[in-house]
């Protein structure tokens, strides 16, 4: 009975049903036990609801596991396929993850990135001096307080291989529960339409 509980009425319910037949177990033993002088032993009936509470957590949790990881697979194949370099990093601007996009245009593979500040991966430069232009500080504290940022005017980065490019920045606040969790960036390489606009 528990069991059909468990999977077809109540799911999000599993410890209170066991809970409420160990109590009705051991109601029914010492009903017993006081009508009839019958003793009922309850214990094999609570290890049972114990194990089978215990199984089914733990399905449930393999279960959640495999929707968990399909879920970011299925996000990482996405970002992947984007034509915009994409960097998410976490609400200090330390970098959580690229895509191939962002690997080649900052010439920071996703291992080396990884865990770095944004600034020190994406290098914006000025375009007339070549002098660091000011980093991401301002943009991640403006993306930290929920609002995204879309700039139009170009901005100018030099890679890790001293390439240098024209890009676009977006941005915008990774939302969780109550709090923003981190912030991802969009960065379009608008290079060639720059350099024929000259």
Known sequence: APLLGYYFFFKGHALLISLFFSLATIGVSALLLKTFHYWYGPSPVILILVISYLLWNSQRFRFFSKSLMKEKQLSDATLDSVADAVITTNVQGAIVYINPIAEKLTGFSLGKAKGLHIDSVV??????????????????????????????????????????YAIRINGSPIKGESEISGVVFAFSDITEIFQSNK
């Not at 995204?148 to 170009?154: C, D, G, L, R």
């Open 123 to 164: 290098r914006l430069v000025n375009s007339e001096n070549k002098e660091p232009d000011r980093g991401f500080a301002e943009f991640i504290n403006h993306l930290n307080k929920g609002k995204s940022i879309k700039e139009v005017a170009p901005r100018f980065i030099i890679n890790n291989s001293g390439d240098e």
